[in-house]
């Protein structure tokens, strides 16, 4: 692994609206005073007269967004996860949310894997709230190649968009020529007929290591991909129930409301089979390196491992 | 203020008031209070000020309306259904199952309105959002809103008025409706923003004042704003709750409150005749 290229996706986000500026001039960026932490100072100094810093006033930028989207004009909007989704909520939901506003939410320092700053700013519960807002899609790429492409699709929905990015870097799995990034599609990276393990961004990583090893000990484990909360690939879910009768879902976040939840929401009302949630269990975080936070948490390849064994005996 | 638009106006607004009360009096519920205070200002905006047209309420060039204080949509929904964006009759199913007018304002579904609001200190935001819009396109196009001044105690005006004075968004009117009362009561006894004009010139706005229920203070006012460059505005109106109804003028009660039948004849008698006086 030692030629493993690392990325943070907030990196990629900065990078992908750069890009995204080019193509579309009349594109503009908000930021609530944190451009350099969610990496669109790239924007800001390539189209200065696009870039707006609203100051440290996330229900303002949100309502900002509004009003600019409501004259018709395309917006991102950019804070930390716990500001955007989390402070700024309600404006979310009723400003934008409410009246299906195209504003695109770039939330960056998503998790656990925030670090040092410990649990004021470690948001293991946004996926939970934007996706319980009728009309919003939530997205949570798993790396560089995803979170790029994310950006650019999210450009053509037309309808709000949370889309999750991270501090951390992480491996670069997708292969970039031949990526294809299609919103609400699950992504089947490796078949398997014992279990599935559906994972979503960084733990998509662990998810692939974890079957490697799980084959090596005889057991055969599908990994898909959902980079797409909502709306959520209902189908490779059902499918996956219905051939592997086990799945364990995987999430930096709260085991409460995320892709744990979402996915349970799927076969409970289709094939109830069942469903193992491996994520950050009704619990603050604390302050620490990342990689020890992660492999804590449980939110690794080896805890994905040991849960899938213990889990087996549930297979009727 | 020319006496004949005057008097036209006069007219104008004892009809938006009668079909307020009628509105709310159909719907059983929704606050009669606050729309009464603004009815003036509406009518003022929306039948002398404000560059609108009925038959093509998206038109890009046109003046933006946001009310920030969502609660007060019967007299937003009477102004715009006289205006000709809807017909009358949809007043009258306001807040029912199926109908167009919600009870707070809903861009999606209702011409004329530009922006859904009714979660206080929202509505600001997106007006002074709507305005940067309106610089960056050089559109000369204008944005008006209105507050409740109990609207004031939420922090995201504050925010809004930071940002809006800090762009120099002198294409925002931001109107405050000071009828001194929110629903538990006075404003100086439940949690006082005052002083009102003082916090928006500390903001960078340039601060007018204007009697709400005279056209030509009104008039005055929005002219004067009319003039300010570099400066958000912000027009400070010295308003009366319930305006025009005497049981509800300065009455917190008729907040959000429908009247009964009886109550209802009586305000009907009380705007009719007032009306009638001005022929």
């Known amino acids: 692994m030692a030629d493993v290229i690392k990325k943070a996706t907030r990196d990629s986000y900065g990078e992908a609206l750069v890009e995204l500026g080019k193509v579309h001039d009349d594109l503009l960026v908000l ?12 924007f800001k100094k390539a189209y200065p007269e696009r870039f707006f810093d609203c100051g440290i006033a996330e229900a303002n930028m949100m309502g900002i967004a509004a009003g600019l989207a409501a004259a018709g004009k395309k917006v991102f909007a950019s804070s930390f996860a716990m500001f955007a989704a989390g402070r700024a909520y309600e404006i979310v939901r009723n400003s934008i949310g409410y009246p299906h506003l195209p504003v695109k939410i770039g939330a960056t320092h998503a998790g656990i894997s925030v670090g040092e700053d410990g649990a004021s700013h470690q948001c293991c519960e946004d996926i939970a709230l934007m996706r319980t807002i009728p009309g919003m899609t939530v997205i949570n790429p798993s790396d560089d190649i995803e979170a790029k492409a994310a950006v650019f699709a999210a450009m053509d929905i037309d309808g709000p968009v949370y889309i999750r990015f991270g501090r951390l870097a992480i491996p670069v799995i997708n292969d970039f020529d031949g990526y294809k990034f299609e919103v609400g599609k699950g992504v089947l990276l490796r078949d398997g007929t014992d279990v599935t393990i559906i994972a979503s961004g960084l733990l998509v990583c662990e998810a692939l290591e974890a079957a490697k090893t799980l084959e090596a000990d005889g057991i055969s484990a599908r990994v898909i991909n959902i980079h797409t909360i909502k709306p959520i690939d209902e189908e490779i879910i059902i499918k996956a129930a219905k051939e592997t009768g086990l799945l364990i879902t995987a999430e930096e976040h709260s085991v409460i409301g995320g892709l744990g939840s979402a996915v349970a929401d799927v076969v409970t009302a289709t094939v109830p089979v069942p469903v193992v949630k491996i994520g950050v269990n009704d619990e ?25 064994k213990a889990s087996m005996s549930l297979k009727k | 203020m020319d006496s004949e638009l005057k008097k036209r106006l006069q007219q104008q607004a004892a009809k938006i008031r009668m079909n307020i009360i009628d509105a709310v009096y159909s719907a059983k519920s929704g606050h009669p209070g606050g729309s009464l205070s603004i009815a003036d200002t509406l009518t003022y905006l929306y039948f002398a000020k404000m560059h609108v047209d009925p038959k093509n309420p998206k038109m890009k060039e046109r003046d933006r309306f946001v009310l920030s204080k969502g609660h007060c949509a019967p007299g937003l929904y009477s102004t715009l259904a006289e205006r000709g964006f809807f017909d009358v009759s949809e007043l009258k199913k306001l807040r029912q199952v199926g109908a167009m007018l919600q009870g707070h304002p809903d861009m999606k579904h209702t ?34 809103t209105i ?9 995201q005006v504050w925010e809004a008025a930071m940002f809006a004075g800090h762009n120099k968004l002198d294409n925002l009117v931001a109107i405050i409706d000071n009828n001194g009362l929110q629903i538990d009561g006075k404003l100086s006894d439940v949690c006082s923003p005052m002083p009102i004009t003082d916090k928006f010139a500390a903001f960078g706005w340039h ?15 929005f002219d004067e704003a009319e003039k300010i460059q570099y400066q958000p505005v912000a027009i400070v109106q010295t308003s009366v709750k319930g305006k025009g109804v005497s ?3 300065n009455n917190a009660g008729w907040h959000g409150k429908a009247p009964n039948a009886e109550q209802y004849e009586q305000a009907m008698t009380e ?9």
């Open chain 1, 31 to 42: 930021v609530a005073d944190l451009a350099d932490a969610t990496k669109v100072e790239g």
């Open chain 1, 284 to 308: 603050f975080g604390h302050s620490g390196p990342a990689p020890e936070l992660l492999k804590e948490f449980g939110l690794s390849a080896e805890n994905i491992v040991k849960t899938v």
């Open chain 2, 111 to 144: 011409p004329g309105v530009d922006m859904s609001t009714g979660s206080l200190g929202q509505g600001i935001s997106a007006a002074a959002g709507m305005a940067l819009a309106g610089k960056i396109d050089s559109a000369g196009y204008k944005v008006y």
């Open chain 2, 147 to 155: 507050l409740g001044d109990g609207e004031l105690e939420e922090g």
């Open chain 2, 207 to 221: 601060v007018i004042t204007m009697n709400a229920h005279d056209f030509d203070s009104i008039e005055k006012a």
């Open chain 2, 247 to 249: 049981f509800m003028e």
């Open chain 2, 271 to 279: 705007l009719k005749t007032a009306a009638e006086a001005l022929n």
